[in-house]
């Protein structure tokens, strides 16, 4: 079976950035969560999908940092979900916050997934160990070795290259 390798970052700025590693896009949102980003997203998910018939994944960080997004990018969300049910096997939200806020942040990235009815899992989750962990199993299905550790270096690397992105 195949690991899923090193991410390749493809997109970032000082907002967020997107990575590929194997069949999976990796996307840390930092700041300002933006309707182009999100437009990218849904053109690499057919690329990769396309890449990959079998399917692919989707791991989504959303940082503590990470501002609500505005209308156009809300109005984005459908599109990429429309997208995402014809390539992605497994799905999640991670946002590693504590207390009331970070609890009601995972709470509606819960409930807008139950309303969407998506035709794939996704969970949320507040640690990225545990969106790993539950990645590599989706993972084996398609395929792909079962190992987390790859999966969240693919987000720990994002992390630290836009750490070297001043804040806008």
Request: charged share 20%; glycine share 6%; hydrophobic share 40%.
């Amino acid at each position: 079976m195949s690991d899923i390798g090193e991410v390749r970052v493809v997109e970032i700025d000082a907002h967020h950035a997107k990575g590929i590693a194997g069949n999976m896009l990796f996307c840390v949102w930092r700041f300002e969560t933006q309707a182009t980003a999100y437009v990218r997203a849904r053109t690499l998910l057919s690329e990769l999908g396309a890449q990959h018939p079998s399917g692919v994944g989707l791991l989504q960080v959303i940082e503590t940092t990470a501002l609500p997004p505005d209308t156009s990018a809300r109005a984005e969300f459908p599109k990429l979900h429309d997208v995402a049910d014809r390539v992605v096997k497994h799905s999640s939200i991670v946002h590693e916050g504590t207390g009331f806020k970070a609890a009601a942040v995972r709470t509606i990235t819960s409930g807008v997934y139950l309303v969407s009815r998506r035709k794939f899992p996704q969970e949320t989750f507040s640690s990225l160990d545990q969106a790993a962990a539950w990645h590599a199993t989706n993972q084996q299905a398609l395929g792909w070795s079962r190992n987390a550790a790859p999966i969240a270096q693919a987000v720990r690397t994002l992390r630290r290259r836009l750490e070297e992105i001043p804040p806008p």
